[in-house]
């Protein structure tokens, strides 16, 4: 990646990622939840933590600083140590 910064619509750096680690979350966040919730996936369409790893590693080189794991609290994802 080339390090390009992006800029929310009020021109502010974008450098903070959320990465929701399960569908099943407890939580009705307005950012990830919408208000009449999402279609359940199957395991296998859900991110790996490899794969989900190799995203914060790509995203870091275009101006990501901080990523925050989400899933509910605790986290409800297997996963996730």
Same mark, same amino acid.
């Given at each position: 990646?080339?390090?390009?910064?992006?800029h /929310?619509? *009020?021109?502010?750096?974008? !450098?903070?990622?959320r990465? #929701?680690? @399960?569908?099943?979350c !407890? *939580?009705r966040?307005?950012?990830?939840m919408?208000?009449?919730?999402v279609?359940?996936?199957?395991? /296998?369409?859900?991110l790996?933590a490899?794969?989900? #790893?190799? *995203?914060?590693?790509l995203?870091?080189?275009?101006? %990501?600083?901080?990523?925050?794991? @989400?899933?509910g609290?605790?986290?409800?994802?297997?996963r996730? %140590?």
């Amino acid at each position: 990646m080339d390090g390009h910064v992006q800029h /929310d619509g *009020f021109g502010r750096d974008i !450098n903070y990622l959320r990465i #929701a680690v @399960t569908d099943k979350c !407890n *939580f009705r966040c307005i950012y990830c939840m919408p208000a009449d919730g999402v279609a359940p996936r199957a395991h /296998d369409e859900l991110l790996s933590a490899e794969e989900i #790893a190799r *995203f914060v590693r790509l995203v870091a080189g275009d101006g %990501i600083r901080r990523v925050r794991l @989400t899933g509910g609290e605790p986290l409800v994802s297997r996963r996730i %140590i």
